[in-house]
């Protein structure tokens, strides 16, 4: 695991995921997707491994069933909510290889944008 | 198809709109070209003949994803003696691939030149319709034996890359072709239209070259996998084979699924997936195709809502409304990514799967999709009570992009008081609790059956029947003797009548003392058309027989509306409003609009057909289907298929052979035994 600092919203993410352990959201997923995350020359690599539902999350080199490719910073916007996967896919800034399954399984897990309100109480 | 254009499709969401030429020509705000996941790809694609364009002598649909068009030279009405003919054939598949053949009927050679214009907009679907400007930048290269049309903004990148088998002189505007064709000789070429990007797991996979017979062998296979149809009449023959060839087309398939397709809503604008259409259009086909039910839920689920996002109007265990794929949703300036934006996809969602469990006995896959229903239970209690008053309601949060009606009827003035005023938001209209309670009654068979949680099932159950209470008193309306369209946000009734009456029966949340009254009004005078019920009631304030929810008459609603029917026991009803819609197919050559008016049938003798860009429609698609279904009267039963057939006296005698489902097939069987008294058409 590598050094978790308080402003890094990536790896809060996945210190996160690997806590949850189980995710109810995932019951029906099960395989190893690679993260390629891009800060100038530098590639960080984080594993996610889900077996139906059971998370871990590793940096070793893993065989992967999916990977997903993106620059840092717009995974930290994600790891936050700020960003969208899906509209990330469609204008090219995040790139994607292997099971379309477990990279659609894996977006579930990324939160809620900052601002929104439960309908509930904007009556 | 409609307006002398053509429509081809493949895979889903690729299809071409051209004209009978076979040329392309458009503007920047009409529906023609090569379109693929949301974009066009080319806007121009013209083909001339030393410099002159050519003239349609007939224009065959060979399926519904090749065409054919036979041309000669020489436009205008004065016929020409032509020594030459043109025949382009069209296959789509990933773009486009063309075969162009000149024949020379001369016993002289010929010098030509044949020119291909091309040219692409890469217009996102939104702002062909809603007539935007682009924001990006265009380029094109030409490389060896190729033009390729690029269009970029940001990191945001569409390319059309064009080529072909023979030498040709390449320009940005298009091929040229020099050419000799010899006395009672032929030339011939290939040209290839491919449209890529990166995003989403790569471009097209597959070449088109070989597409078309792979096709057809998929289409034979289909259409000889769903029951057989043996009857009096030829005109439903017709009807029903005109919808099996069309829900093939409607076929979509999403890159998480591989080879697998779900309905997409309809075409050319609604090539995608829609929560609604695809949930009703698989409930429609299920007795005949339950293997478009079973990935309609399996794609549906994979993109429930997992968030709370307002500008995506989402929310947990909200089913979507509709996924895009276009510019204009890459930069979030439209939310279908996917947007959320419907409240009664997510009801229907559990509806689907128990009627699916109740035909194929595919528990394994209800297993697989227990949390995803518990979550779209949950999001009924949860998220949609926004009256505070225990009913689903809707009221959008994104304000700019978002959707003013979350309901089918999602017009500006579809839900409206009987003066013709309209209610404010949150709006709870009726079907959506019909549609609850379903919910709830089915997902408790299925918790006791299939997930072993009897406590949920007893309090699901619980819940329904409390829900049909309230439902009895508050949306009754007591002096006419139905249901009001809604409750607004005082709990005052929004009291237009309504077709939404017929999918209250449907949903079983009607009282039994209440449905005699609930079927007079829908068969009756001010509803009933002699073709169909309309959307809404003749006498209304807001009552339009060419207003879009407010008085024509809706084919997929009719199908609905008649198996409430059936499900009361109004067999003749239920008859009356199959027959009527089946009367109507005939004039629309088995191919059912989405809305007609809903002028009387005695005044106009043919259904007058609403003006609308989308043909074939899936739910308009799957509605014959469906009619066969409740005139046959066929309902599982556990391991059986009860047949209790209803038909009326013009249809004579029916079968359908070889009805697939738990009891691996069976045949039913029925003839037209009930007076339905309807004027004899024509």
Redesign the interface.
Known sequence: MTETIASDPTANFFDGLAKRGHE??L??TSGTLRVELRTGKQTEHWYVTIDKGDIAVSNANEEADAVVRCDKALFDEMAT?RA?M??A?????F???GD??L???FQ?L????P??????K?? | MSDGQLVQILEGNTFVVSDRNGDIDASPVDATGLFSFDTRFLSKWVLTLDGERLNALSTDDLQYFETRFFLVPGTGTVYIDANLSVIRQRVVADGFHEELTILNHDDKPVSLEVRLEAASDFADLFEVKDKLKKKGAYHHRIERGRLVLGYTR????RETVISTALPAKIDEGGLTFKVKVPPHGLWKTMVDVRTE??????GPSQPAIGAGTKMARGLDKWLQRAPRLECDSDSLRATYHRSLVDLAALRFST???PGRSLPAAGLPWFMTMFGRDSIFTSLQALPFTPELAQTTLLALG??QG??????RDE?PGRILHEMR??EM????ERPH??YYGCVDATPLYVVLLDEYERWTGDTKLVR????EARAALNWIDE?A????NGYVAY?R?NEKTGLENQCWKDSWDSISYRDGSLPGF?RATCELQGYAYDAKVRGARLARLVWKDPEFADRLEKEAADLKRRFNRDFWVEDEGYFAIALDVDGRQVDALTSNNGHLLWSGIVDKSKAKSVAAHLVGKRLFSGWGVRTMAEGEGRYNPIGYHVGTVWPYDNSFIAWGLRRYGFKEEAARVAAGILDAAEFFDGRLPEAFGGYPREMTKYPVQYPTACSPQAWSTGAPLLLLRTMLGLEPYGEHLIVDPGLALGIGHLELLDIPGRWGHVDAFGRGRIDIKVDVKK
């Open positions: 109810p959201l019951q029906n909510g969208n899906m509209t896919i469609l204008r090219g800034v790139e994607t290889e379309l399954g990279v659609i399984s579930r990324f939160p809620s944008p601002k929104s309100v439960y309908a509930r904007i009556r | 940001e990191s945001f990148a990007f990166a995003a989403w797991g790569g890159r998480t699924l994979e993109r997992t968030r709370v996002d307002d500008f929310d794929y276009g949703t890459a930069f979030e990514s996917p697989g999709l227990e949390y998220y009570n926004l009256q505070g009221k949060r949150p």
